[in-house]
């Protein structure tokens, strides 16, 4: 069973930056999609960025673009997440969550890691 581990919340003020880190168990990592979602107090999770694991190719929600990069490290198992420009309306837990059918469907999620924004 695939494991996700993230790491590298925190408290931070508004205009600074965090890294956010994901690490996976197992061997089939590279042929995952991996995403970010958050889940701020009191609202629905929310998709916030994805890279696929053939094209490598990257998708935001509006509201992070410009701002967030995703990217993965194949060798080193891990998925990132560098948030930049961060404003107090980024507050929330941070979820990796992984695709590991190729189907769409985002079937592992780690535990979350708490990001808090004072502005």
């Known amino acids: 069973q695939v494991q996700l581990v993230e790491s590298g919340g925190g408290l931070v003020q508004a205009g600074g930056s965090l890294r956010l880190s994901c690490v996976a168990s197992?061997?089939?990592?590279?042929?995952?999609?991996m995403g970010w979602f958050r889940q701020a107090p009191g609202k629905e999770r929310e998709f916030v960025a994805r890279i696929t694991w053939s094209t490598l190719t990257k998708y935001y929600t509006d509201s992070v673009s410009g701002r967030f990069t995703i990217s993965r490290d194949n060798a080193k198992n891990t998925a990132y997440l560098q948030m930049n420009s961060l404003k107090a309306e980024d507050t929330a837990v941070y979820y990796c969550?992984?695709?590991?059918?190729?189907?769409?469907?985002?079937?592992?999620w780690g535990q979350g890691t708490q990001v808090t924004v004072s502005s």
């Open positions: 969550a992984a695709d590991t059918s190729g189907g769409g469907a985002w079937r592992i």
């Open positions: 197992g061997r089939a990592f590279s042929r995952y999609t």
